[in-house]
């Protein structure tokens, strides 16, 4: 949730952020939560003057003429019952106008309304390293040119590269027709060896994780609408949430499956009272996800690429004020990390405005793996600063070096979704037989050096 006082404050400013792309212009009105703002101040107001006559009249007791005190006493009460009912009536429209409010960027998101607006910060081939001449053009049309159209770890390149749903088949380790009639479209089976080398990207990433000092977590995968609402999934993503139906749930609780261990571990640390000593506090969790993608319907049907299930590992911290500008680039050099272990070539993407994900967002960059099969960059990660935004719904706080109350911030990080980076890996070691090429750091964990047909 933005913090009230800015918008009071400067509210130029949070205008000119809702104009650059972020969030919706009508349902973020700067100008009618002003007004709400003021009206709600002038109830709290009138309600403070009305209970202080209250207490004044309690004290005269039985002194002077009684029944006009019991019968001002009387109006008091009734005037502030009708004023408290005004106040939350209007508390609520207020709030529902703030929850719509966009966090306000750490520095300001590069103009636009779509990935075609993106802004590349790095690029890096093996063998190459970075590539300078790509820094700050557009994601999209003008930093193909550095990528090779045949796979970087093929042997022999004299080959059409294939698309990773046909690798994937033909080597009978992805099923998508089976699960069509399991569990209809975008699902998939994954079997055998790609089972192994997701196994192995896991084990990549925890090992490393741990080496430096991240705490595992095993959540929850269905949580309380609070817990989506408020790390900012709620109201502005909730048509991508499958919802759980309550008749068969406990008090009949509504649930829903996360699309991101992301909500369960910042609910972890809800409604507490956190120690400055004690941040950052820096976790990792392994979990499967689900995402209806509505309004997606048409677009990536074909392969394991944009799907209802699917397995990540999420980097999340609570650090202090402070530490989260840190947190972000320390999050932003294990992703290169690891994908400079698996050798893939890939494009550090700084999200524009209209494309920055959800309301919390106040810094975004994508990793973007390329893919020669298909001549594209996919996304792989996703590393985000929400500032205080999340912390302020979810009242996540602690307390500084000077014993003040104060609110924590929150990263979040994909650090590695598991079936677009088997597809990263399908599509860069392909060979020409068919085959695909383990990477190296991969092979010495699954003991596992090629993909091939029995």
Sequence with gaps: MLDPKLI????????????????????ADVDAWLKLDQERNNLILKIEEVNQRRNELAKVGGKGDVEKIRQEGRQAKEDAQKLEKELVLVTAKWQAVLDWMPNMPVTPFPEGKSEED??????????KGYI??????KARGETEQYMSEKPLHAKDKDFIPKHHLDIGENLDVIDVAQSAKSSGSRFSYLKGDIVLLQYGLQQLLFNELIKRGYTPFMPPLLVRERVLYGTSHFPEGKD???AIQTENVEELNQLYLVGSSEPSNFAYFMDRILDEKDLPFKLF???????????SWGKDVKGIKRVHQFDKIEMNAVTATEQSGDIFQ??????????????LPYQLVVKCAGDAGYLASAQQ??????????????????DTNTTDYQARRLNIRYKNK?????????????????????????????????????????????????????
């Design 240 to 242: 991508q949430v499958y």
């Design 402 to 454: 000077e014993n003040k109350l104060q609110f924590a911030h929150t990263v979040n990080d994909t650090g590695c979704a598991m079936g677009r980076m088997l597809i990263s890996i399908l599509a860069n070691y392909q060979q020409k037989d068919g085959s695909v090429q383990v990477p190296k750091v991969l092979s010495k964990l699954i003991s596992l050096k090629v993909l091939k047909k029995d």
């Design 330 to 343: 320390e999050f932003l050099s294990i992703n290169e990390w690891l994908l400079q272990s698996l050798e």
């Design 365 to 382: 960059v994508d990793p973007e793996v390329w893919l020669p099969g298909e001549n594209q960059f996919l996304e792989v990660m996703t």
């Design 8 to 27: 009071r404050e400067d509210p130029q400013k949070v205008k000119d952020v809702i104009k650059s792309g972020r969030g919706d212009a009508k349902k």
């Design 132 to 137: 300078k001449e790509a820094e700050g053009k």
């Design 285 to 295: 969790a392994y979990t499967t996800a689900f995402r209806s993608e509505a309004g």
């Design 118 to 127: 993106n802004i590349v910060l790095k690029l890096w081939v093996p063998g």
